[in-house]
């Protein structure tokens, strides 16, 4: 992971609308302060507005009121660096890490919904790992949109990397098997395999993600040996609910949280976290493909909760 460049300045401005809009604003609250319950109320409503969940956000605030309950826990200070210690702690180390297969291609499939980011969230990685020495190879398994599989061309030649596409209104799932067979014989290092945008509501778009895995572990095994799910930031609650619906039928392996702009709200992957349990691997800080870095939680959160006064 030695290979992401800092991006931490991107990643504070990305995370602007939950440090200036709510988080901030608790970390002036609590600063100077001392608990009291009505404190701790406020706390929890301040999470649940920056997209954390109102299970995280109660769970938060319950060991927080423990904490204070039992004298171990006095001033708005120790209430932050609590939250700030438990949120980090969500994440372990080994969970945020790209698996990649033991010998052959590792294959990786990318999923979501339209608009979330997906295309260009896989330019991101082919820059990622082609900066890593490593050769990539793309199969456009969206057959229903043209401009979809032109988008992913148009990427593979800025890139410089190799891509398979099949016929438009074709089976995606023998894109998958082409792109697969392909890899093999040509001896490249990963493969990733786009898919059509859907809902994770829309059964029949839901069963075929499942024929693409399927065809690619029979082609090489262990595959797909990640299934990245592409979430737009900017969505919120929705972007919780997808992660719950693809997580119950698409076998997801980690989430890129994509579009970390400005208008963000970066608390979601707390409640992503909190109620699926899926890992947060990758996310985009940017527009170009070199604005993607690992997953930080210890960068993350500090940038969550950073006040203006610890930027200046």
Not at 112 to 133: D, R
Request: hydrophobic share 40%; glycine share 12%; aromatic share 4%.
């Amino acid at each position: 992971m030695a290979i992401f460049k800092s991006v931490l300045g991107k990643l504070k401005k990305g995370l602007a609308k939950t440090r200036e809009g709510v988080v901030g604003g608790l970390v002036s609250l609590l600063r100077g302060r001392k608990l009291d319950e009505q404190l701790i109320e406020e706390i929890e409503a301040r999470l649940i507005r920056a997209d954390v969940g109102v299970q995280a956000a109660r769970r938060l605030a319950q060991g927080i009121r423990e904490d204070f309950t039992q004298g171990k826990m006095t001033k708005g200070e120790d209430a932050l660096e609590y939250l700030k210690r438990e949120i980090k702690a969500m994440w372990p180390q080994e969970d945020r890490e790209i698996r990649l297969a033991e010998s052959g291609p590792t294959v990786i499939l990318v999923t979501g919904v339209n608009g979330a980011g997906k295309t260009t969230s896989i330019a991101k990685l082919c820059q990622k790992f082609t900066a890593e020495g490593k050769s990539v190879l793309l199969g456009a398994c969206d057959t229903f949109r043209a401009g979809a599989v032109r988008q992913l061309e148009i990427w593979a030649d800025r890139l410089g990397v190799e891509i398979v596409k099949g016929q438009e209104g074709g089976d995606p799932a023998a894109v998958a098997f082409d792109a697969c067979a392909a890899g093999l014989k040509r001896g490249v290092d990963v493969i990733i395999l786009d898919t059509a945008g859907r809902l994770q509501t829309q059964a029949g778009l839901m069963e075929q993600l499942g024929k693409i895995r399927r065809v690619a572990h029979k082609r090489i095994p262990e595959a797909p040996h990640e299934v990245l799910l592409v979430l737009d930031a900017t969505a919120g609650q929705n972007a919780l609910r997808q992660a719950e619906g693809f997580a119950e039928t698409a076998g997801v392996t980690g989430i890129f949280l994509a579009k970390l702009d400005g208008t963000a709200r970066g608390g979601m992957v707390v409640a992503i976290r909190e109620q699926t349990d899926i890992p947060v691997k990758l996310i985009g800080v940017g527009e170009t493909p070199d604005d993607i870095e690992p997953f930080d939680p210890e960068r993350f959160v500090e940038a969550m909760f950073e006040s203006e006064s610890d930027e200046g």
